[in-house]
């Protein structure tokens, strides 16, 4: 899927850092052996993740979402020594896949992986975060936001992904869809939301970036 003119996005990649061959090698067989690749971050987005985590070197990162790892080997880039990111994925089936490449990576120390409901999961953390990624079921993204929120430091950052979802933010609110108006809503969340300030980003299917004041 592309989200950009193919010309303008291989021009922007040709003047950007090559992809890591540990995730070039993850983003192929997630494209020949997924059945919904798309939902992979992807170099150009995989690389803003790597370097925003290494601008503000987090102690600890929170991701909801995990898909085959892609974007959690790219946030854990930036870690401090010692550092640790939680990701949570509700699927099974994607865990073989996550541990093979996190440990390819040389990242088995550095990420841990929870199979199972984000709701479920994220009381059981004890971790003060100073980034958060949610990239999961959208229905879902103004629960995890209060979940989540007591949990970030102050002038930490939330990131949630898809907030454009394909341009069908833009259809009217009667003719969107559940999880089009379930990202609507979020993003009429954080554009209100006092206790931060925030950003949306354009990026490949839209990034809200949110930091808490």
Known sequence: MNFLPKDIED???????AELEVLKRLNRETHLKMTMPQMLSGHMQGLMLQFFSKMIRPKNILEIGTFTGYSAICLAQGLQEG???HTIDVN???KKIITRYIKEAGLQGKITLHIGDAVNILP???EEFDLVFIDADKENYSIYYDL???RVRQGGFIIADNVLWSGKILNSPMKMDIETKALHDYNHKIQTDSRVENVLFPLRDGLMISRKK
């Open 11 to 17: 021009y922007a990649l040709k003047n950007s850092d």
């Open 83 to 85: 550092g640790l990111l």
């Open 92 to 94: 099974e089936e994607f």
């Open 124 to 126: 059981a953390l004890k």
């Open 148 to 150: 989540v929120f007591p």
